[in-house]
């Protein structure tokens, strides 16, 4: 049996000392079935109290990810429906896609929405009345189709058939995402659409959270293990991180039916997402925006966390009996951003270009005819012109000239003869 966590056992005794309802639940429920007792985060994340108010009825979530098996006790009723959108698998997206991550859908599907057998025993999902979609897509050499393309295709299908949660257990381990993913998550916002997404995990190579987890709007989940402390394998770290979960000690029903333990931010996400289905299903009132906002809003404070969002936890530990219960006030934003803001400030370089500017051509007047050409003279005699314009005037201004001179010395000359005359004889 796995250990409670130390923080989120807290929650669980809270919830007794604060004089819940003590109504048996409204479900078929065993909480000491080895395998129910055996998830922590039923009882650790205020699940089981959540119960008592939802169980998801009227709520769909589509599960983007390898295809969710067909096991009957698990999903028998769940699935409304489903597509491939990898070229690989099965037009009803049940199929398992790819040989390595051929069960990961199943077990993402089985937190979220597993139905657990009817006598209350058997992994059973935090909404359990909550309904499906399979959007099933393979990774690397499993899809012969993009994977930008089909993350955009299956965005675009899960909204067109009716979800109210989409699910994305899966990261690019870069910062930035292909342009045609603004159009499809703009999409999925505009259709009032909760996005949940993974953040990523060390221990396969994720150091910082990558796309789609930093895309403006979503809903990022980091892990914890089971005493609430941020998982040093089993998540990553980045800004974008908005709510914690259990990623640690985690089960999941395979696409052959068989209960598998797992951990990674892959199977927190799902709890979230449940949560999220558990909010739309007691408050169908409120939009996208004011669901991410409870989760955040009613989350369980971490000791030594002292500014929120951390980059570790994001705003706490998930806490379903308060998201889904407390008293939260409204918000009229998105607190996880405006994915449509960042678009108009960051894709602007890659705007279609202005049209090319209508030019009217201006009527201009033809110049005068050319003067007709003089007849050809040697360029040692003057001509008319040249005598008129050069020569005359050169004469007229140089003889007064010359002869100014002349008078002058001419005086000069008179004084200096003078001056000797009457100088006295010694």
Not at 184 to 198: K, T
Not at 233 to 258: F, H, K, N, R
Request: net charge negative.
């Amino acid at each position: 049996m796995l250990r409670s966590t130390v923080a989120f056992a807290a929650v669980a005794a809270s919830v007794l000392l604060t004089g819940a309802t003590a109504t048996p639940p409204p479900i078929p429920d065993k909480p000491t079935d080895p395998v129910r007792a055996a998830e922590y985060w039923l009882d650790g994340a205020g699940i089981r109290q959540a119960w008592q108010t939802t169980r998801g009825a009227g709520v769909t979530i589509a599960i983007i990810d390898t295809g969710i098996g067909k096991v009957p006790l698990t999903f028998g009723d769940a699935v409304l429906d489903g597509t491939d959108v990898s070229g690989s698998g099965s037009p009803d997206g049940r199929s398992p896609v790819g040989a390595i991550d051929g069960d990961h859908g199943s077990w993402v599907a089985s937190l979220a929405a597993g139905r657990g057998n009817a006598d209350g025993t058997g992994m059973i999902g935090v909404a359990p009345e909550a309904k499906l979609l399979s959007v099933s897509v393979g990774f690397g050499a499993a899809a012969t189709v993009p994977f930008v393309q089909q993350v955009a295709d299956g965005v675009r299908w899960a909204v067109d058939n009716g979800a109210d949660i989409i699910n994305m257990s899966f990261t690019t381990n870069t910062l930035d995402w292909d342009p045609s993913w603004d159009d499809a998550f703009l999409y999925a916002y505009e259709h009032d659409v909760v996005i949940v997404v993974a953040a990523g995990n060390r221990g396969s190579g994720t150091d910082v959270v990558g796309a789609p987890a930093t895309i403006p709007g979503v809903l990022t989940v980091g892990g914890v293990d089971q005493t609430g402390t941020a998982s040093v394998e089993a998540s990553t770290q980045g800004i974008t991180i908005a709510i914690s979960a259990p990623s640690e000690g985690l089960l999941g029903v395979s696409a052959d039916g068989t209960l598998t333990s797992w951990s990674g931010t892959s199977g927190a996400a799902p709890i979230v997402a449940g949560v999220a289905a558990l909010i739309r299903s007691a408050h169908p009132e409120l939009d996208a925006a004011n669901v991410i906002n409870r989760i955040i809003k009613t989350a369980i404070p971490v000791p030594g966390v002292t500014k929120v969002p951390d980059k570790l936890y994001g705003y706490g530990l998930l806490d379903a009996s308060r998201a889904v219960s407390a008293s939260v006030s409204l918000v009229d934003e998105n607190p996880m951003g405006d994915l449509a803001e960042w678009v108009r400030l960051y894709r602007r370089a890659e705007a279609e270009p202005l049209p090319d500017p209508e030019v009217t051509p201006i009527a201009v007047e033809p110049l005068p005819a050319a003067d007709p050409p003089t007849e050809a003279g040697s360029p040692l005699v003057p001509s008319v012109e040249s005598l008129r314009y050069g020569t005359l005037p050169l004469i007229a201004l140089t003889v007064p000239g010359i002869l100014i001179g002349l008078g002058v010395t001419a005086a000069a000359r008179r004084i200096r003869t003078a001056r000797k005359q009457s100088t006295p004889a010694p």
